[in-house]
């Protein structure tokens, strides 16, 4: 238990208390609190300072309690779990948050695979052994595709296409 | 300042997070993430980047508990990362009020009660937003989190006096610019 060591006060002392912390002596200086309480309740301007501080304090009051929000203890639980890899590395790097750093550690991961791994396809290309396997199948079901296909569109076997 | 291991409950966990004890920061994270949270959301007025900052702050508490030193309270401490963490995003954020976010106290009242408390709340809302952000965070470290004088103190790295006069002004200007909601507000406690 600390121990509290009390100190005189004065009128000016107890107004500048009430102007800091407002009107509930609750909120003063442990070692302050007592000797403040008794000068305040012999002191009708301090009393009405006192007054005038707690409707503020109410007003202030009127602001709502932030929700607690389970999910964001359950993220910040998993802190240990995710820290200390390439994720945590480059949030450092950026100076970002998890989201912002998921991001970036995509774009990196992503230009540092494309960088040791020419060979990696591009989204909406096609590489070359992929084309000629591709040709490969085609020639082998030409017929069929092409009926089919031609079927499709509207076309008659008998069509030129 | 004194070496608080003695009286700071969680004093005894640092350096167990500092050698990579999880449990020990998990206990951390159920003691005060959520005034942490409320904190920053009061700082900013926004809800999804305030729950940023309480992950920046933990992120901070993982990484570098060996840092901590037992000259102030580890709730002090990470008020500290927070608002650095808050004073980050508030030079990139215009704060704003998701009314998802204003959840009434008290749901007995009537409509127009609730409105009126919406209204008064918005009002509170917007005048500590124009408050100098260091006002700010001492009157939300010490009205709405409860800090004594000296662990705000310690948590903004001032002095107690300069503290007291951050308050003093903070909440002159509040009173200026809510002296319409405390004349409201005086007609129902009369």
């Known amino acids: ?161 | 300042m004194t070496d608080r291991t003695q009286e700071d409950p969680d004093a005894a966990l640092m350096p167990r997070i500092a050698d990579g004890d999880a449990a020990a920061f998990r206990l951390l994270v159920d003691r005060h993430a959520d005034r942490l949270l409320g904190f920053a959301q009061r700082m900013l007025g926004d809800r999804a980047t305030a729950e940023d900052v309480v992950q920046d702050t933990y992120l901070s508490l993982w990484r570098k508990a060996g840092d901590w030193t037992p000259q102030a309270r580890v709730s002090t401490w990470l008020y500290r990362v927070a608002r650095n963490a808050a004073l980050d995003r508030l030079r990139r954020l215009k704060p704003t009020v998701d009314p998802e976010d204003v959840i009434l106290i008290d749901s007995g009242p009537a409509p127009d009660r609730r409105l009126d408390d919406a209204a008064t709340a918005n009002s509170v809302r917007a005048a500590l937003d124009a408050l100098p952000e260091r006002q700010r965070a001492a009157i939300v470290m010490v009205h709405y989190e409860g800090l004594s004088g000296a662990d705000a103190s310690a948590a903004l790295d001032i002095s107690v006096e300069a503290l007291e006069s951050l308050l003093a002004r903070g909440r002159r200007s509040l009173r200026q610019a809510l002296a319409d909601q405390r004349v409201e507000l005086l007609g129902e406690v009369r």
């Not at chain 1, 009390?6 to 002596?25: N, Q």
């Open chain 1, 1 to 161: 238990m600390t121990e509290i060591t009390r100190v005189p006060i004065t009128s000016s002392r107890v107004m500048a208390l009430i102007d800091a912390y407002g009107g509930d002596p609750t909120r003063w200086p442990p070692q302050e609190r007592e000797a403040a309480v008794a000068l305040l309740s012999g002191d009708s301007e301090l009393a009405r300072a006192a007054d005038e501080a707690r409707l503020l304090d109410l007003t202030l009051d009127a602001l709502p309690m932030p929700r607690p929000n389970p999910a964001l203890r359950v993220t910040l639980k998993d802190i240990p779990e995710r820290s200390g890899g390439l994720f945590d590395l480059i949030a450092g790097w950026f100076g970002v948050g998890r989201p912002a750093a998921g991001l970036a550690a995509a774009a990196v991961l992503g230009v540092l695979l494309g960088a040791t791994n020419p060979n990696l396809p591009l989204p909406g290309f096609e590489t070359e052994a992929t084309v000629v396997a591709d040709l490969s199948t085609s020639t082998a079901d030409t017929d069929t595709y092409s009926l089919a296909a031609a079927s499709a569109v509207g076309f008659t076997t008998q069509d030129t296409f």
